[in-house]
T-cell receptor, first 113, second 110 residues
Framework: DAGVTQSPTHLIKTRGQQVTLRCSPK?????VSWYQQALGQGPQFIFQ???????QRGNFPDRFSGHQFPNYSSELNVNALLLGDSALYLC????????????FGEGSWLTVV | GQSLEQPSEVTAVEGAIVQINCTYQ??????LSWYQQHDGGAPTFLSY????GLEETGRFSSFLSRSDSYGYLLLQELQMKDSASYFC???????????FGTGTLLAVQP
């Protein structure tokens, strides 16, 4: 049973470019959340997708957008990259029930130069 | 707003016991979770306290006092592999969106 898988694991982009990160949730999970984790800090909630719709959003600008597909996989898109977007981007999957355990992927390391 | 405070670093020796504290301020409370993260990899769920008291899972225990807005993670019989960052987290409302604490870097020395 595969856990949460993310791709790519590492990537380098230039300021102003756009990036797409991908996530496949744990088998049986229908809810996907994305987090940004800067070096030395805790993960910060970006948004959550359920039934192909954005259900909740954290305090991130509109440059951050996402999508969930019918198979529950998800993408995170970031436009007009800034140096400050350099971080580890974590995908988390769960069931919609708030008391269920949340599982994280290994993350995608994004470096903006 | 919502915030969770933890000590930034803790150092202990193999075989010892260490306690990592977490104080929180939240609007509404739905329980306190603890996560372990090695070298920026995937945060791994350790424990969850919805009610006051101690929850024990092997070498790890977690405690919650809702009246004090305080919890801690207790790690016993420390091993080198326990060197990692530990985060407390609370659900941000009645959903499974998580708000994480500042994180505690635990260094276990021989």
């Amino acid at each position: 049973d595969a856990g949460v898988t993310q791709s790519p694991t590492h990537l380098i982009k230039t300021r102003g470019q756009q990036v797409t990160l991908r996530c496949s949730p744990k088998s049986g999970h229908d809810t996907v959340s994305w987090y940004q984790q800067a070096l030395g800090q805790g993960p910060q909630f970006i948004f959550q997708y359920y039934e192909e719709e954005e259900r909740q959003r954290g305090n991130f600008p509109d440059r951050f957008s996402g999508h969930q597909f019918p198979n529950y996989s998800s993408e995170l898109n970031v436009n007009a990259l800034l140096l400050g977007d350099s971080a580890l981007y974590l995908c988390a999957s769960s069931l919609a029930n708030p008391v269920d355990t949340i599982y994280f992927g290994e993350g995608s390391w994004l470096t903006v130069v | 707003g919502q915030s969770l405070e933890q000590p930034s670093e803790v150092t202990a020796v193999e075989g010892a016991i260490v306690q990592i504290n977490c104080t929180y301020q939240t609007s509404g409370f739905y329980g306190l979770s603890w996560y372990q993260q090695h070298d920026g990899g995937a945060p791994t769920f350790l424990s969850y306290n919805a009610l006051d008291g101690l929850e024990e899972t092997g070498r790890f225990s977690s405690f919650l006092s809702r009246s004090d807005s305080y919890g801690y993670l207790l790690l016993q019989e420390l091993q080198m592999k326990d060197s990692a960052s530990y985060f407390c987290a609370v659900p941000g409302g009645a959903t499974n969106k998580l708000i994480f604490g500042t994180g505690t870097l635990l260094a276990v020395q021989p």
